[in-house]
C-alpha cells in the first residue's frame, strides 16, 4: 500500500494563479483531511471530508475549495494564489466509525510557495 | 473547543539520555484520544504514541511512553535512551471519539538530540 500521497511535492505560483494540489488515498479511509502548516507553527485544519460527496470547513478554509467524488481522492483547490497562502500542505486520512476512531495518516507534504 | 498546549517550544537532550515533552490540553469530554506526533526535517508527519483517555494504563511503545494525567489535562512524553534520530518537532494532538472533529494540535516542541 502507497497509504496517503501527495502531488505535486514543491510548486511555486505567481500571485492569483490558480492550482490543485492532489490527494490520493490507497486505504479505504472514509475521513479525510487538509492541512497548512506555517513555518514554526502546528498544523490547522483548512478542510475535511467525513465520506464521498461530503466536505466540511475546518479552522482556515477562507481562499480554498475542496471536493470528494471518491473516497480515494481529496483536492485541495487554490483559485487566486495569496502571499498568506505559502505554507507546507498536508493531505490526511483515517478511518472513524460511531464508535471508534483511528489514528490519522499522514502524505508527505506539498511546500507551495506564492510570490 | 478542544485546545492543546505545547509550553516548551524547544528542547536539547544528549544522546543516549532521556527528555520528557510537556504536553496540557482542556476539554469538557470524558472519553478522547491523544496523540504524540514526530516530524523530522523531511516534513513527514509520523504517529508516535496514541493513549485513549479510557484507559488508566500509560501508552509504552518501545523508548516512548507517556505519563496520562487525567485528572490534570496532562499527556506528557518521555523519551529514553535518546537518538540522534530523535531530533525532531513534536506535537502533542487532541481528538475526540466519534462525532467530525478532527484532531487539534498543538505548536510543537523542537527536540534537538546533541552528540
Known amino acids: 500500500n502507497a497509504g496517503v500521497t501527495q502531488t505535486p511535492k514543491f510548486r511555486i505560483l505567481k500571485i492569483g494563479q490558480s492550482m490543485t494540489l492532489q490527494c490520493t488515498q490507497d486505504?479505504?479511509?472514509?475521513?479525510m483531511y487538509w492541512y497548512r502548516q506555517d513555518p514554526g507553527m502546528g498544523l490547522k485544519l483548512i478542510y475535511y471530508?467525513?465520506?464521498?460527496?461530503?466536505?466540511d470547513k475546518g479552522e482556515v478554509p477562507n481562499g480554498y475549495n475542496v471536493s470528494r467524488s471518491t473516497t480515494e481522492d481529496f483536492p485541495l483547490r487554490l483559485e487566486l494564489a495569496a502571499p498568506s497562502q505559502t505554507s507546507v500542505y498536508f493531505c490526511a486520512s483515517s478511518l472513524r466509525r460511531t464508535t471508534f476512531s483511528y489514528e490519522q495518516y499522514f502524505g508527505p507534504g506539498t511546500r507551495l510557495t506564492v510570490t | 473547543a478542544q485546545t492543546v498546549t505545547q509550553s516548551q517550544p524547544e528542547m536539547s537532550v544528549q544522546e543516549a539520555e532521556t527528555v520528557t515533552l510537556s504536553c496540557t490540553y482542556d476539554t469538557s469530554e470524558s472519553n478522547y484520544y491523544l496523540f504524540w506526533y514526530k516530524q523530522p526535517p523531511s516534513r513527514q508527519m509520523i504517529l508516535v504514541i496514541r493513549q485513549e483517555a479510557y484507559k488508566q494504563q500509560n501508552a509504552t511503545e518501545n523508548r516512548f511512553s507517556v505519563n496520562f494525567q487525567k485528572a490534570a489535562k496532562s499527556f506528557s512524553l518521555k523519551i529514553s535512551d535518546s537518538q540522534l534520530g530523535d531530533t525532531a518537532m513534536y506535537f502533542c494532538a487532541f481528538m475526540k471519539p466519534s462525532g467530525n472533529t478532527p484532531l487539534v494540535f498543538g505548536k510543537g516542541t523542537r527536540l534537538s538530540v546533541i552528540a
Open positions: 486505504m479505504n479511509h472514509n475521513y
Open positions: 471530508s467525513v465520506g464521498a460527496g461530503i466536505t
